[in-house]
């Protein structure tokens, strides 16, 4: 067992955006007793002490939290890298500053397409402008900036524009995700899944795009593994480099593992250390052990390890099954028809989505 | 020409693993003592040569054609800048 690299502190899921493609649980009423200040310098202390080096400031919106100043000086303080993945509604030029006094290492806003109408539209709620304007105030205070994009059926035809968005305001990297279908984006992923000459169309912008911005802008591009041959790698394995504490304490190894039927573990019954080495909803799956086959003797199982559990939880009702996402996956029919399903018909941004309800506290 | 740290990009001792590491965003590199005795002269000021005397202050036999590798070798992963 290997020390976890990063701890995503999921500080909230109050949100004020409504996005479609939300990937936190359904039953938000289950979060709303929040861990308090002192727990979190808790949980932040113990990560440090068991190997963590970056810590994930994630929601939800983060900025919700009145405390998020002292939670981000409490893990410089330890040492850790502090990122803070954010709407940006309610990043004040004030509370910037506060958090860059904080020694908060870097930011990274999300953005939902590259021109105002299309983009508040997707987060339900007047944001763009907000947006932008906090985007140039983290270029001016001097940190890295990230701009993250989910794309979709409604969003990816816009991809060149999100990318001289991000080139405009100076980012230093550009996250283009393709929607991952848990959560609330599970009840929309009819709507969401792009079709594959979207896909296509949009990859070839890419491509151009990071031969011409080499050196200057990162391009991440998050593949869409309803379309791959193979699954995504599971966090670099189940339970081997990264853990989850939700807002209620709740540890995970991954944001997704939520709805799986695994005993509960917190941390507010347990130490990080106790959980990530001896509790089931990180010994279910980590290693190879577990697997089926065709994972269990096939080349690529430590490649990408059998796939998301989450997903095959998720698609076949059973988290210990190869992931349908798979093509040797012997649930793979469930994968191709819902490909089919968006590739037959109408194309683009027709299929009407249901926006997450939010209520902000 | 002088190499410095990328923005956001931070070299730090990881008391866990016992070795250096770069921290940067989403990502987390683990440098090998050569690596990480350069990264630490990477001030934005010193020059390569500077490096190489500074190294030589400290080790025998540094070569500047080894320093240059392990700068092109960082460069290429994108922690590294030249200014």
């Known amino acids: 067992m290997d020390s976890p690299l990063g701890l995503l502190a999921e500080l909230t899921y109050r949100c004020p955006l409504g996005c479609a493609y939300c990937s936190n649980p359904l039953n938000l009423a289950d979060y709303q007793d929040e861990l308090n200040t ?25 900025l919700l939290r009145r405390d998020l100043v002292e939670i981000v000086a ?7 890298y502090t990122n803070l993945v954010t709407s940006a509604l309610g990043l004040s030029r004030s509370r910037a500053e506060q958090l860059r006094t904080a020694g908060l290492d870097h930011v990274q806003i999300s953005i939902q397409s590259d021109e105002p109408a299309g983009s508040d539209r997707i987060a339900g709620t007047p944001s763009f402008q907000r947006k932008v304007e906090a985007m140039g105030v983290v270029k001016e205070l001097g940190w890295p900036l990230t701009v993250n994009v989910v794309l979709h059926r409604h969003n990816i035809d816009r991809v060149a524009g999100v990318l001289e968005l991000a080139e405009s305001v100076g980012a230093d990297r550009v996250e283009l995700a393709n929607t991952q279908y ?76 939520q709805p799986l039927p ?23 799956f980590r290693g190879t052990d577990w697997m089926p086959e065709p994972c269990r003797s096939c080349r690529r199982r430590e490649v990408d390890f059998g796939g998301c559990r989450c997903q095959a939880f998720q698609l076949t009702g059973d988290a ?41 506290r | 020409m002088t190499p410095r740290l990328r923005r956001g990009v931070r070299l730090t001792y990881d008391r866990t693993r016992q070795t250096h590491v770069l921290l940067f965003p989403e990502g987390v590199l683990v440098t090998n003592p050569t690596a990480a005795a350069v ?45």
């Open chain 1, 38 to 62: 002192e727990q979190w310098r808790r949980v932040l202390a113990e990560a440090s002490d068991l190997g963590v080096l970056q810590c994930h400031l994630s929601g939800g919106e983060p």
């Open chain 1, 74 to 80: 409490d893990a410089n303080d330890l040492g850790l």
């Open chain 1, 182 to 257: 848990y959560g609330w984006a599970w009840r929309n992923r009819a709507a969401l899944l792009p079709s594959r000459a979207q896909l296509e169309t949009a990859e070839v912008v890419v491509r151009a795009a990071r031969e011409r911005l080499r050196n200057r802008m990162d391009i991440i591009y998050v593949v869409s593994d309803y379309y791959g041959r193979y699954p995504k790698p599971c966090m670099g394995g189940w339970a081997s480099r990264q853990l989850t504490v939700t807002p209620n304490g709740d540890v995970l190894p991954c944001p997704a593992a």
């Open chain 1, 262 to 284: 695994l005993p509960r573990a917190s941390v507010r019954v347990d130490s990080l250390e106790r959980i990530w080495a001896d509790s089931p909803v990180m010994t279910a």
């Open chain 1, 320 to 360: 210990a099954r190869t992931d349908p996402a798979c093509h040797l996956s012997p649930d793979h029919e469930l994968v191709v028809r819902a490909v089919e399903a968006a590739n037959s018909g109408s194309t683009g941004g027709d299929r009407p989505m249901s926006p997450r309800p939010h209520r902000v």
């Open chain 2, 39 to 83: 990264l630490e002269l990477c001030d934005g000021e010193r020059t390569v040569p500077d490096i190489v005397a500074a190294l030589g202050t400290r080790y025998a036999g540094v070569r500047e054609a080894d320093v240059d590798d392990v700068l092109a070798r960082l460069v290429d992963r994108q922690v590294v800048e030249w200014t």
